[in-house]
């Protein structure tokens, strides 16, 4: 351990610390003395125990009201790390993380190293990992200049783990003035309805390629994923084909997974796919080319038809019910 201190900016939704924030705080308290959190939203307060249960020793908490996050957070923040002086803030590769990290990275005049899917320190030096060529090449990069440094990190780069600490002590902070960046006013949010598990959260990822052959034939993926209470997933092919929404795709420029099973459903395996779930704990693929790259990284390959497969391991499972 050779960081003295590292703060994480925490996101939350429904009242909840969010996964992305629980997997930062868990890296962070393996890396650094003290641990500390910072939230801009309403009711910070009610995070604070299961915040302080990985890892955050004190929560400095901001309400901006009906106000776009990113400025006044980062206008806070701002004022907050020459006051306290972390070694390093982390922040989720969000939108609202991207928003805060990119103005808060202006306002202090330091890089921000974004796409992180590691870190580790190297002396007092932080060393952030990132994906480039398409995955094909891992990347580690120290940032040397002056502190804190800056790091944006994708979902599930890390395990988030509870540690057992107390609650974070709540320090409640008025909003620094952000000049005419602060004045944009949040009206409205939309919320897409799910039924079942995000794809980030689910135990099983059932995902669909171009080797559905049509758009109607992601209905047997999603009816696989429901049978196994896992989410339904796509390669970008048919995303851009218009077959399923962007929400569903995995990969590189889409949702990184790390479900305990993957099922590939004609997918060939392009490296752009595979950087979003080679994490996968078992990654079953079902393609007719047994040249297909994906079986590379598979545990168990099914060299078949599609339209064959799936109905029969549908017709399997329902036998089962
Ligand atoms: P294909 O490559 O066309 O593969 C279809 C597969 O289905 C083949 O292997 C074929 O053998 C098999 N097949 C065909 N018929 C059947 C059948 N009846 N039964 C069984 N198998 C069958 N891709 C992503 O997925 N996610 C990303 O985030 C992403 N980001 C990208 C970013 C950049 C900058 C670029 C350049 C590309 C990105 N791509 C991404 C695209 C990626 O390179 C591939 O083009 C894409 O993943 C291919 O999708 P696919 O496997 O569904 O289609």
């Known amino acids: 351990m050779t960081l003295s ?20 705080l868990t890296r962070a308290r393996a890396l650094a003395g003290t641990v500390e959190a910072f939230y801009a939203g309403p009711d910070g307060a009610a995070l604070a125990p299961t915040l302080g249960d990985h890892g955050a ?14 400025a006044p957070a980062a206008a806070t923040l701002a004022g907050l790390a020459a006051q306290h002086q972390p070694d390093a803030i982390l922040f989720g590769a969000t939108y609202d993380g991207r928003d805060i990290a990119a103005r808060l990275s202006a306002r202090l005049d330091r890089p921000v190293l974004a796409n ?28 040397r ?14 395990p988030a783990e509870p540690a057992g600490g107390d609650p974070a002590a709540v320090v409640e902070v008025h909003v620094a ?3 005419r960046a602060g004045e944009t006013r949040l009206l409205d949010r939309f919320v897409q309805e799910q039924d079942g598990p995000s794809l980030e959260d689910a135990p099983v990822v059932v995902s669909g390629g171009r080797g559905l052959g049509a758009a109607d034939h992601y209905a047997m993926v999603e009816s696989l994923a429901t049978l196994l209470k896992g989410a339904a997933g796509a ?14 795709q995995i990969g590189q ?11 590939a459903c004609g ?6 796919h595979l950087v979003g779930m080679k994490g996968s704990e078992r990654i079953l693929a079902i393609n007719k080319d047994p040249e297909a790259p994906i079986f590379s990284i598979a545990d168990l390959g099914i060299v078949g038809d599609v339209h064959t497969v799936v109905p029969k391991v549908i017709e399997a499972l329902h036998a089962r019910l």
């Not at 200049?145 to 890390?158: A, Q, T």
């Not at 420029?253 to 099922?263: A, D, E, N, Q």
């Open 145 to 158: 200049g002056p502190k804190p440094h800056l790091g944006l990190f994708r979902p599930k780069s890390f």
């Open 253 to 263: 420029t889409g949702k990184t997974v790390k479900p305990r099973l993957y099922i």
């Open 57 to 70: 020793a004190t929560l400095f908490t901001v309400d901006p009201g009906d106000r776009l996050v990113g």
């Open 116 to 143: 992180g899917t590691s870190l580790d320190t190297d002396g007092d030096q932080l060393t952030v990992g990132t994906a480039i060529f398409g995955g094909n090449t891992l990347v580690d990069t120290a940032l």
């Open 177 to 179: 003035d952000a000049g």
């Open 235 to 248: 390669s970008r092919a048919i995303v851009d084909a218009g077959w399923v929404p962007y929400s569903h």
């Open 267 to 272: 997918i060939s395996g392009a490296t752009q």
């Open 5 to 24: 201190k590292i703060w994480v900016v925490a996101e939350a939704a429904g009242g909840k610390p969010s996964s992305l924030t629980l997997e930062l």
